[in-house]
């Protein structure tokens, strides 16, 4: 397990954790015994609480360290137009364009994650246009006739 850092970068800003995981247990132990008052584990959520959190946070922070091919959330939040700050790893920077439609940090790098998280959270207009260029970007990713129609290139008369 990653040993976590014994300081408290942003007490200020609320941090909403939504899932669970194997370091669970471990990391309620570090915010208990540290303190933390500002972070909150909200546990496994259905779809649309998902979804409800999301729209009414800031940004989207994606800090994952493993190899994921497509993260449903960070697409989800992008179409809600959330900026996402998202670690350089895997999928996540075909995703977000870094300074455009979010941010992105080197996995791991705590102290570069925790500098976006205060430029977008004391930058409220960086934050609306990150998420307005988010959900822009987003649509033309995903769209059906844009898909079909490059399909039918590929494959004529379909």
């Known amino acids: 397990m990653r040993q976590f850092k014994q300081q408290k970068i942003l007490p200020q800003i609320k941090l909403k954790i939504i899932g669970d995981g194997t370091q669970e247990t471990e990391l309620l132990a570090f915010k208990n015994e540290h303190q933390l008052s500002n972070v909150e584990f909200l546990g496994k959520k259905t779809k649309p609480e998902l979804l409800q959190v999301v729209k009414g946070a800031k940004f989207l922070i994606c800090p994952s360290e493993c190899y994921e091919v497509l993260g449903f959330t960070v697409v989800e939040a992008m179409a809600l137009g959330k900026p996402v700050i998202g670690a350089a790893i895997g999928g996540i920077p075909e995703m977000v364009i870094n300074n455009y439609t979010g941010l992105l940090f080197e ?10 998280i205060k430029l977008l959270y004391d930058n409220e207009s960086l934050t609306t ?3 307005k260029n988010a959900l822009e970007h987003i649509n033309r990713l995903i769209n059906n006739k844009t898909h079909y129609e490059s399909l039918q290139k590929l494959i004529p008369g379909l």
């Open 129 to 131: 246009e990150m998420g």
């Open 107 to 116: 996995p791991g790098n705590a102290t570069q994650l925790a500098g976006h």
